[in-house]
């Protein structure tokens, strides 16, 4: 599966945005989809999962309360709607899917660069 990520930008502290990631073939909805970051000079994080059918998620603590993670199987995209950020949440994100864990996935998108400035 290919992941395409977008909906990164520059936003101030207390703002949102909202990720999009769209994956490519006909079996999306096999996938466990997932979101990382990558701060600079820090490791990449798992941030937020969801399963198959969208109706169980999993956060990160850092992110939970703020962030949400969603699904459309019908138009094969997972969001991430990123509410109330910090400049703590500065990072580029990576979507990811896999076939049976969120915090080892196999395929990974380019990447989508937040910036929230204080």
């Known amino acids: 599966v290919q992941l395409q990520a977008s909906g990164g930008g520059l936003v101030q502290a207390g703002g949102s945005l909202r990720l999009s990631c769209a994956a490519s073939?006909?079996?999306?909805?096999?996938?466990?989809m997932g979101w990382f970051r990558q701060a600079p000079g820090k490791e990449r994080e798992f941030v937020a999962g969801?399963?198959?059918?969208?109706?169980?998620?999993y956060y990160a603590d850092s992110v939970k309360g703020r962030f949400t993670i969603s699904r459309d199987n019908a138009k094969n995209t997972v969001y991430l709607q990123m509410n109330s950020l910090n400049p703590e949440d500065t990072a580029l994100y990576y979507c990811?899917?896999?076939?049976?864990?969120?915090?080892?996935?196999?395929?990974w998108g380019q990447g989508t660069l937040v910036t929230v400035s204080s």
């Open positions: 969801i399963s198959l059918s969208g109706t169980s998620t």
């Open positions: 073939g006909r079996t999306f909805s096999r996938y466990f």
């Open positions: 990811t899917a896999d076939l049976s864990s969120w915090f080892k996935p196999y395929y």
